[in-house]
């Protein structure tokens, strides 16, 4: 590695354009708004994985003008900077980036601006969409969700499933309270090699880890973030490798791309979305879409 | 950054493969290698960067999460959030958007947090130091006084000295990258080839 002291300072970057990551931006802010009463538990269990990836909820949030503000400020910090963006830096109108705290606090102003009150027994705890660690909770998953979606659809084409068919499930970042990922892994029916976390794309595992009936804090995707504040992630495995621990045969095909990450890009998701709601409320009788807002079904 | 892979074509097999296989294909192989080699680095530093109170900084996750690999059939690139080049590059933060200082945390709970959400501090200043604090009254016997608590010290820039250790150098970029690459031409199963003809 380098060393930082011995090696004179690079010279500042020549000024490119901005390339703003357009495609995470329309994946953003083509998800339909669902507002809800129903909590973590009932949302995992009574909407699709599909549903989910094609909407902006929270667990118990109703006010659908919160929702498109949380829908903005994960397209807007998802999208990076344009050159509008730059012209209003250089012009010193504005920051060049939406920072964590400044998404936080554009939630904030739309929660008080819509008169937003938490429950008494919830005020002050994570439940109370005020607070700064529900916002950020908020901010972070929805940023990571729209990242996740767009790493797992572009590690599933056919070149770059070829030359890297597998993918491990690594730790990319400390936690203080850590999840034992291992156990987690083994009852998502996964198996280690050496220790390590390892599984082609596509196997049943990464569906497993994501799936609410498994694990409560899952948050329903076969990519990650895999659950709430998860530090973990994955990383591609070579074919080379993939043979060498023994997840492969030498010279068997590639696997074969999951179907969902064509069915499930961005235009389509923005267009499924009615449909998706749709069938959720056919499948689930005891909930309904009542003034835009899903709720339980008053007996 | 720029880097060259060099592929031995010395063997007849791989010189031929080489002349069918499209350039696409290949810069995506490369461009996914760097995504890997740079996603390590940040999972790395991650490991060792806290806040200044000790707790482990999310920032490396986000860039982790945030970077990506493009290609087309002349070019192989990773491209990284924005805020990676500061902390690369180094350089001086100064508050925009007609702001007139920047908010430093000075405690935990301020972290992560703009000043604004806070909705009660007032500015301050303590021994020449602008800030913005929390006055409140204190009750019982010290009754009369303020409790001041400081979440923001408020300073007109910030100097980030480089840091080139936040992503691999040019040679092991060249170095993983080719790996990759010779062991994707060098397998048992041929690689994914056009239609001939």
New interface residues.
Partial sequence: ??D?AA?P??P??PRRPA?P?IEGFLRASSRGILPTSLDSRELGARLSGELRRSSTFAARMEIASVLQRIRDVTATI?Q??TDADEAA?DA??????L????A??RI?DELYRANYRPAPDEEGTIKDFTT?AR??LIV?TN??VV??H??WV?SL????L???PAQEL???????EPRNWTLRWMMAGGTTYGGRMVALKGAPVWDALGNNALFPDALGNPY?PFAFNS?M?V??V???EA?AIGLMQ????APRPDPRALTEGMRVQADRFDELLAEALAENPDIELVDGVLRPRNP | MSYQVVIDTARPSLRKLLRRVEP??LN??IA?SA??LT??R??QV??YMRNPWG??A?F???M???S??ESSSYSAAV?V???V?LH????TVRP???RKALTIPANA?AY???A??FRDLVVVVLKGRAALARVQERKGRNKGSDKLTVYYWLVGAVRM?????VLP?ERQYQAGISR?VM??FS???P??LPPVG
């Fill in positions: 590695m380098a930082p090696i300072a690079p500042p970057p390339r990551f998802v990076g900077p830096r010193g109108e504005s920051p060049l980036l920072s964590l705290p400044e936080k606090a904030l700064d916002l950020d972070s940023e990571a990242h996740g767009g790493s572009a084409e056919p070149d770059v070829d030359a890297f690594v730790r990319v970042s400390p936690a203080e990650p530090g992630d990383r591609d070579s074919r080379a043979e030498p010279g068997s095909a | 696409k294909a995506k192989i996914r995504l890997r996603r390590d940040f999972a991650a490991t707790k482990p999310q490396w996750k986000r982790y999460r945030g990506r690999a491209l959030p924005r805020e080049a690369y590059y180094g350089g925009t958007g007609g709970s992560r947090r703009s604004k959400s000295k480089p840091n080139l250790s150098t990759d062991d994707y397998r048992g199963t690689p994914r």
